[in-house]
């Protein structure tokens, strides 16, 4: 009887404990449920959130319909990007973080010896030449006009466009002015504020310069046997352009115009490569780079376009033939990682096509427009409005072009204002955010039959071994 008594008591003070669990988890699931709550957005991912289902018979009928709830529930849940956010904090604590740019001890000892290295590269017989272009079918517009755009610190009133020649990319640039000693600077960590703009530090890596030169040799080989031209088109970052080139040894940081060639001459001769720095460096005082972000602007990445078109046999559409749409204020990723401060805030234009250009994305099928309107959107989440953020397979249509007219861009988020400029070359446009997908890049192509594949990655990833991991298995997995 005694141990009766004192097993209920026991089991009294267990229930007691459990009150104050239970009352939390109660109020969580009610909140849970308060649809006003609910993000539609996540600026951590770069991407639109799942959409609450429309509901539909035959949805209901065979599951779908409640699989998606599941979907939009844990997808949406309130504070879930807060969440997010520790979690990447305790990934980059292990070096694992996709998002955040670690420059390594190897690094900066490699960019000392990146002038030695460049030299023996470009001299040996084995150096990798760019192949003449097969241009592939597509309508050949006006040449390309290059209308003058806002200044480095702010957009400015619109003007005539006027004609100016692509720089030769393979014109080796030694000195160029910018940002230097005479701007007031603060560093913390990788992060740099120079004059209005901050940046985010980028060394070299010889390791990871080869290995990642070796992940595209890899690439060109498995679409070669398919009978498909692979495009490589690593991005510069802003500090590399918008830098003095003598000041960036200060900043412990290394001349991307020769990463990028040293990169070049370790790949096949078999790859399309773009070198887009020349172009970017002709139009560095022009609005290319967001002041408080780490992406480059719509106007940088057409700049890149032009000279992708030049590599691939295109002529490049006009920039004046697209619509300007100025969504306004634009607080990015910098702005608040940098502390939130005016001089570091931008606008966030975007250039609607040319064309009945539509969009289509799985998971979110009401989003048809390649440039969303998110005029009056949060400010932090204004990169969206390109492609609609990054998601595993976007595709984008243009019903004018040859029905057998095809691309794959593989991309990090760089690639989203830029992919939206192909549209005018090929009839589809399949974008796939490598970092999303679950499936192999030979299974997209057996999917979408493409004659062009193209590569887009920052110049920050291209020197990451998480980065470096996950397109090896994109590429290796059985299909």
Known sequence: MKDSHKTNRALSRQQKRAIPFFTVLALLTVVAFILPLRPSTSMAEKRTLTAFPEFSAESFWDGSYFDQIGIWFSD????RESYIRVAQDLEAAQGLNRNVVVIKEDQNADNDRLDELLAEAEASPAVAQTPAPTPAASPEPEPALVPETAEEAAP??????????????????????????EDE????????????????????SQDDTDSYAAICNEFCRELSEEGIRFFNLPVPTAVGVLVASDF???IKCADQSKMLRYLFSREDEAIYKVNVFNNLLAHKDEYIYYRGDHHWTALGAYYAYEVFCGEAGFTPVPLSEYEE????????????RAGARDLWEDELIAYVPPGEVTMDIVTY???KDPVQDRSQKDPSSKYNVFIAGDNETTVLTNP????DSCCIIVKDSFGNPFTIYLAQHYRRVVILDYRHADRTILSYVKEYQPQDVILLNSIGLTQRPGSQSILTTFLKDPW
């Open 156 to 181: 400015q009133e619109e003007s005539s466009p006027t004609p100016e020649p692509t720089p030769d990319a393979w014109e080796e640039v030694e000195h160029w002015d910018g940002l230097d000693a």
């Open 400 to 403: 004018a072009l040859p029905e």
């Open 248 to 250: 960036l040894p200060q």
């Open 76 to 79: 949406t849940f309130p504070g």
């Open 185 to 204: 600077m603060l560093r913390e960590g990788t992060l740099i504020a120079l004059g209005n703009m901050v940046f985010t530090a980028q060394g070299f």
């Open 325 to 336: 749409v100025n969504m306004g204020l634009f607080q990015g990723t910098l702005y608040w």
């Open 365 to 367: 099928p009401s989003l």
